[in-house]
């Protein structure tokens, strides 16, 4: 009588076989450490030397099953077989592994082997087996092994489905992790399932940090197209067709940034309910400034169009008003107080005659002639005219010139007067002293000039105007200084940039084109 015991070890044995097998072929064709390291727990980890006993033609199968290379990686090796032909011939050749002329032999030769397959299904020889295999050597037979096989095709499929959808994430991975968007994906609770790496970079957190967190603390303008729900996107609630929202923010630099922000709902296969979000985040700068000067270009030329008429039909009766006060004012006939009032008609007609000449300036089309300037004696020489005003009014200046700066191509008087505008500017804003600075460099193919201030700096609904023409919070501008600065620049290929933060200050920079080495 057999041994019940003895029948459960080998039982045991050979499930550790089959489950070696899988893990050999997971870790060998995904090389999924995590699926390997959970199998590691409950592996057996001593090495299985496999016997093959039966006939040659029914070996294919199982061999390439057993004798793979990389089963070796699990402790799975098939050491020997003995195998024989449709007539019942013993084999010695033919295969990759040595044969034997009977099941001693075999075992002699190979004392490792602790597993036999015997594969012909024969009744006599597995009695045989049995009664002559040692006690630690495992006998596995043919239902067992086509039992093996059935699972080893549904490991392979499963191993093949596995490395195809891994192959398919890190593709889809990879792209989305290229594209310059911020790209995040919210759960139905309204927490971030997932994000992008470019996202993860912005918010200066690792992808997996992201996870459960809210994303309204990163864009506060979902909450303005997406319904809410304690302090959460109301995923469930989110109406089917997709969303957006333009809106802008303000760098560490006191650079203003434009950006759209898009939400496409997902709902379940064949139904309705929205069950995740994607939300889209896409910098929209340099579209966006584009379009701002194309809209600027077209009101310049309408203003400019308007104002040339307006100032051509006031500056004929303006002069004539002008020409009879002086004569008023020189009339000793006219008591003092009659000649107080005609002061201050021909001091409101000279005003108005420098608002008018500002004006035609300004619309007035010129032919500049480009040189190459110094930048840096630019800057000094419109210090040297402000400094004693600057001393009067305690404010500090500040002189950071680069030596090594290249010339610029532009007009050196033009400059100078846009630098003079703009440090007056600054002057206006520090009523009661404070810093300015005047910086030089280059960058790329452009050199620049920067004044900046430690003023109240401008809010960000006002900044987006600054370059309208007779737009001016001051209250005597006519605000004509900063138009006519970027006009100026723009006529020499350059280009003005402006930078505030509320309480930080003001910068604003001259960029002009390198000029070409000689």
């Known amino acids: 009588m057999v041994n019940p015991f003895f029948l ?26 995590d699926g390997a390291g959970m199998l590691e727990d409950f592996i057996d980890k001593k090495k299985d030397c496999i016997g093959i006993v039966g006939r040659s033609f029914a070996l294919s199968s199982l061999s390439m099953l057993l004798h793979e290379s990389n089963r070796e990686a699990a402790g799975v090796e098939l050491k020997a077989g003995v195998l024989i032909d449709e007539s019942g011939n013993a084999l010695l050749d033919g295969h990759d592994f040595p044969l034997y002329a009977d099941i001693r032999s075999m075992l002699t030769a190979h004392p490792s082997i602790n597993m036999v397959f015997e594969l012909s299904g024969d009744p006599a020889m597995v009695r045989e087996l049995r009664i002559s295999l040692p006690l630690d050597v495992t006998l596995v037979e043919l239902p067992a092994a086509r039992f093996f096989l059935k699972l080893h095709a549904t490991d392979r499929l499963w191993i093949a489905c596995k490395a195809n959808l891994m192959q398919t994430q890190a593709l889809f991975k990879s792209v989305v992790d290229q594209f310059p968007e911020d790209i995040i994906i919210v759960g139905t609770d309204g927490t971030i399932l997932d994000c992008n790496k470019h996202f993860a970079e912005r918010a200066g957190e690792p992808v997996l940090s992201m996870q459960a967190k809210n994303p309204l603390d990163y864009y506060d303008s979902l909450k303005f197209i997406c319904p809410l729900k304690d302090g959460l996107i109301d995923v469930p609630a989110v109406a089917l067709e997709n969303s957006e929202r333009m ?71 303006l002069m004539a008003m002008g020409g009879f006060a002086k004569v008023l004012i020189n009339d000793e006939s006219i008591d003092p107080s009659g000649r107080e009032k005609i002061q201050i008609i021909l001091e409101e007609a000279q005003r108005l005659d420098r608002l008018l000449k500002s004006i035609l300036s300004f619309v007035r089309s010129r032919d500049v002639q480009k040189k190459n300037i110094d930048i840096n004696r630019v800057a000094a020489d419109a210090m040297q ?46 009523p009661d002293g404070g810093t300015l600075k005047i910086s030089s460099g280059v960058n790329g193919n452009m050199v620049w000039l920067e004044v900046r201030d430690n003023g109240p700096g401008i809010a960000n609904d006002q900044r987006a105007h600054v370059f309208d023409p007779f737009y001016s919070t001051k209250v005597n501008g006519n605000g004509l200084g900063l138009p006519m600065v970027k006009k100026i620049m723009e006529e020499f290929g350059g280009d003005v940039e402006l930078a505030s933060r509320l309480g930080k200050g003001t910068s604003v920079a001259l960029l002009l084109r390198k000029a070409p080495v000689a």
Not at 23 to 32: C, E, H, P, V
Not at 288 to 294: A, F, G, K, S, V
């Open 8 to 33: 459960e070890s080998k039982a045991v044995n050979a499930l550790s076989l089959f489950w070696k097998m899988v893990y050999a072929g997971f870790a060998a064709k995904i090389n999924g450490r």
């Open 247 to 317: 809106f802008s923010e303000t760098d560490d630099q006191g650079k203003m940034h434009f950006y759209r922000l898009y939400v496409y709902p997902i709902t379940e296969e064949g139904g309705d309910n929205v069950i995740q979000l994607v939300i889209i985040c896409r910098n929209i700068t340099e579209r966006t400034m584009i379009e701002q000067r194309l809209q600027q270009s077209e009101r310049m030329a309408t203003v400019g169009e308007l104002s040339a008429y307006i100032a051509h039909e006031i500056r004929n009766p």
């Open 385 to 430: 005219l402000l400094s004693l005003g600057c001393q009067l009014q305690e404010i500090e200046v500040e002189m950071d010139l680069d030596p090594s700066c290249p010339l610029g191509v532009g007009g050196a008087e033009q400059i100078r007067q846009c630098l003079i505008n703009l440090v007056k500017n600054s002057m206006e804003a520090m």
